[in-house]
């Protein structure tokens, strides 16, 4: 951070920053994130499908700031959880991908 310039735009753009190693441990299942939310969420693959349409979304509306590390590593576990689901298909995977592009496209208008 200090060899950065100290600012907000240096603290989200650096890997090392807390807020992404927090991002990213809070997103993560197994023994680093307890509790029956948890095994809820990893238990229902519609919730999944959800959270990676969510994640999706916001990576296909960022505009002028980018897709930061952080953008691009809850899609990336969103997608890995998801796809480890034992219920997991990819013709809902497939879908899930067009509605979140036909949300993006709303969005952006």
């Known amino acids: 951070m200090k060899t950065n310039g100290e600012t907000r735009r240096a603290l989200e ?3 090392c920053s807390i807020y992404v190693i927090a991002s990213i441990l809070h997103q993560m299942p197994g023994p680093l994130k307890r ?3 948890q095994v809820a969420e990893q238990n229902d693959v519609t919730k999944l499908y959800e959270e990676f ?7 296909l ?3 002028s700031e980018g897709v930061s590390f952080s953008r691009r590593m809850k899609l990336r576990l ?3 959880r998801l ?4 219920d997991f298909t990819r013709r ?3 879908a899930a991908v067009l509605r979140a592009d ?8």
């Open 83 to 86: 796809r480890a689901h034992k």
């Open 78 to 80: 969103a997608r890995s």
């Open 102 to 109: 036909a949300r993006a496209w709303k969005i952006l208008g």
């Open 61 to 63: 509306t960022a505009k």
């Open 92 to 94: 809902e995977y497939d």
């Open 53 to 59: 349409e969510e994640v999706f979304v916001d990576v």
């Open 13 to 15: 753009r650096c890997s």
């Open 35 to 37: 509790g029956r939310t």
